[in-house]
């Protein structure tokens, strides 16, 4: 099983700061690599898929990047509806997905 | 309109075998390339991915509950059925479905999650 860690667990941020959150694969997978967004009492909702593509309807203010086994989010100027956790998963080991642990996004 | 939404009892006894079922709309799970997967959740905890059936009725499991899982679909009334069994308090969790795609070799992330439901177990 690919293990997927997160970082920060948490992460303090003030309203129009950039956030930047870490996520680390045990093994290479690819670019398959998703983040999604949850927020009290919702479902989990799609980001950024292929590790840098951002999901319909998605602010240009969330960015991904990098492949492997190393990958980042960033939201580049934190709006109020941005404090949420943010899960990354991989896709590429078909379809033994898993889940990173989460970070979550609170206002400093 | 992609939509998936999530029924089955809120409470269940340990040792008892939890039915779930997801009904969606907007696509169609004979479309070559779809899939519908499980996911849970535990309260305050991180997702975890437990089964997943395709367009071509083919059945994948967590490995760690595969013992325990059953998944199937009923094209015709658009839906897919999770069965658990011998459920424990442990299992308490939100459970959701999503839809993901193939699209030829190529997985693609889950892009359609119903809002899920919360089931515990306790005696």
């Known amino acids: 099983e690919i293990v997927m860690t997160q970082s920060p667990a948490t992460l303090s941020v003030s309203p129009g700061e950039r956030a930047t959150l870490s996520c680390r694969a045990s093994?290479?997978?690819?670019?398959?690599l998703a983040w999604y967004q949850q927020k009290p009492g919702q479902a989990p909702r799609l980001l950024i898929y292929?590790?840098?593509t951002r999901a319909t309807g998605i602010p240009a203010r969330f960015s991904g990047s990098g492949s492997g086994t190393e990958f980042t989010l960033t939201i580049s100027s934190l709006q109020s509806e941005d404090f949420a956790v943010y899960y990354c998963?991989?896709?590429?080991?078909?379809?033994?997905?898993?889940f990173g642990q989460g970070t979550k996004v609170e206002i400093k | 309109q992609v939509t998936l939404r999530e029924s089955g009892p809120a409470l269940v006894k340990p040792t008892q075998t939890l039915t779930l079922t997801c009904t969606f709309s907007?696509?169609?799970?004979?479309?070559?390339?779809?899939?519908v997967s499980w996911i849970r959740q535990p309260p305050g905890k991180a997702l975890e991915w437990l089964a997943l059936?395709?367009?071509?009725?083919?059945?994948y499991y967590s490995t760690s509950l595969k013992t325990r899982l059953t998944i199937s679909k009923d094209t015709s009334k658009n839906q897919v059925v999770l069965t658990m069994t011998n459920m424990d308090p442990v299992d308490t969790a939100t459970y959701y479905c999503?839809?993901?795609?193939?699209?030829?070799?190529?997985?693609?992330?889950?892009?359609?999650w119903g809002q899920g439901t919360l089931v515990t177990v306790s005696s």
């Open positions: 093994q290479s997978v690819s670019s398959n």
């Open positions: 999503a839809r993901t795609t193939l699209v030829g070799a190529t997985t693609q992330p889950l892009d359609y």
């Open positions: 907007g696509f169609s799970l004979s479309t070559s390339g779809m899939c």
């Open positions: 998963q991989q896709y590429n080991n078909w379809p033994l997905w898993t």
């Open positions: 292929g590790a840098s």
């Open positions: 059936i395709d367009w071509d009725d083919d059945k």
